[in-house]
């Protein structure tokens, strides 16, 4: 008979796993986590504990109390604030009534003109194009209306420059800081401080 040779020569048996590989597998796993990791969130639960949980803990305690906020010394009455709140508070019931329209109009109505907004503007249609145009307008606006702001500061009839320096007694400071006349250096942010025509 002929020994076998070539590729059949080569051929391994398979290696069986016994229990120590099998072992290692499992502690190479990538879906088992680490137990030093649950130590990483301890600072921010720690924070959210003592800055939110137990404040608001402090508040529902101090809610079915006769506490007044200064003295040392209180009772509990169970729900008796809140039962006063919705019956015969009316500055409560009004401020309760205010943010119930406040949720209904800013909340939900923004939210659902945002989202109809977002879904036109993702259309391709004349329509969308001029939606992207308007919704882009504020970026190239927002230069136009800081000019149109410290216009009206420099204003030598109505300006806000004046007014404040006239309050205060300083009228010989001021004058039509966009003129072209030369103006001296007097430390008040003016665009022609100093300047000449043409310079």
Known sequence: MSTPTG????RKTPHRHTGADEAKVRRRSPTRVNPALYLFPLPAVAVIAFFLVMPTLQ??????????????????VGLDNFVRAFTSDSLFINAMTN??????????????????????????????????????FPTILSSVSVAFIWKFIYDPNFGLANSVLGSVGLEALQGSYLATTPRP???????????????
């Open 7 to 10: 590729t059949a020569a080569k």
């Open 59 to 76: 508040a529902f305690q101090y809610a079915i109390t006769d506490w007044n906020g200064f003295s040392a010394a209180f009772n509990y």
């Open 99 to 136: 943010n119930l329209k406040f949720m209904l109009l800013v909340v939900i109505a923004q939210t659902l003109f945002s989202l109809i907004l977002a879904l036109l503007l993702t259309k391709n249609s004349r329509g969308s194009i001029l939606l992207r145009a308007l919704f882009f």
């Open 185 to 199: 250096c007097t430390g008040w942010p003016s665009p022609r401080c100093g300047s000449t025509p043409g310079r």
